[in-house]
């Protein structure tokens, strides 16, 4: 019995020391993957809203310009990593006909406030109760990035963390 216990608890050891180097070694996802959405060439959905300053957001009044629509957190790991990224992003563009504009997913008011001041946020946030934009856009967690062309179609969806440059690519490749 003590030898089945000893046997076990090395086993376990091992276990454990393995996937802590797995985890300590692995290179952190950096990049959003750009995925398929059955919105893909069609018209964005309805978003308008409150936002978390207080003041109001419609996509309809932002045609003519690419917008930009991220779903994140407080909550969300990932999206602390690409909260600097979305601000530098939303200052480089901010008089090149580009709109980024943030959605708060599933998170209270007071942390989603707190997030944005902390990561001094250069744009707008909507507020969205009880998820319906999520629901309209097939959001299922943050953060996702919805880029949506000037004639206001659906033109990628991004899962992940994204970065600056690779808003810029894809921004730069719907202006084409």
Same mark, same amino acid.
């Given at each position: 019995?003590?030898? &089945?216990?000893?046997? $076990?608890? !090395?086993?376990?050891? *091992? *276990? ?12 952190? /996802?950096?990049?959003?993957?750009? $995925?398929? &959405? ?12 409150? #936002? ?19 779903? =994140?957190? &407080? =909550? ?8 600097? #990224? !979305?601000?530098?992003?939303? =200052? ?11 959605? *708060?997913?599933? +998170? ?11 990561? %001094? &946020?250069?744009?707008?946030? !909507?507020? +969205? ?8 856009? %097939? ?9 949506? +062309?000037?004639? %206001?179609?659906? /033109? ?6 994204? $970065?600056?440059?690779? !808003? #810029?690519?894809?921004?730069?490749? *719907?202006?084409?």
């Amino acid at each position: 019995m003590r030898r &089945s216990v000893l046997v $076990t608890s !090395l086993v376990v050891l *091992v *276990v454990v020391a393995g996937l802590s180097l797995l985890l300590a070694t692995r290179h952190p /996802v950096t990049n959003a993957t750009e $995925t398929q &959405s059955p919105l893909l060439g069609h018209r964005a959905p309805a978003l308008q809203g409150r #936002e978390l300053g207080g003041g109001s957001f419609s996509l309809a009044r932002e045609r003519g310009d690419v917008v930009v629509v991220n779903f =994140w957190a &407080s =909550w969300c790991g990932p999206c602390r990593v690409e909260a600097p #990224e !979305l601000s530098t992003f939303a =200052w480089h563009e901010r008089h090149r006909g580009v709109v980024l504009v943030g959605v *708060v997913f599933n +998170d209270s008011l007071s942390a989603a406030s707190a997030f944005a001041q902390h990561y %001094g &946020s250069l744009y707008p946030s !909507l507020v +969205d109760p009880g998820g319906v934009f999520a629901n309209r856009f %097939g959001v299922t967690s943050p953060p996702t990035t919805i880029v949506i +062309d000037r004639h %206001g179609r659906v /033109v990628a969806t991004l899962l992940g963390p994204t $970065t600056a440059r690779q !808003l #810029e690519a894809v921004v730069a490749r *719907v202006r084409t």
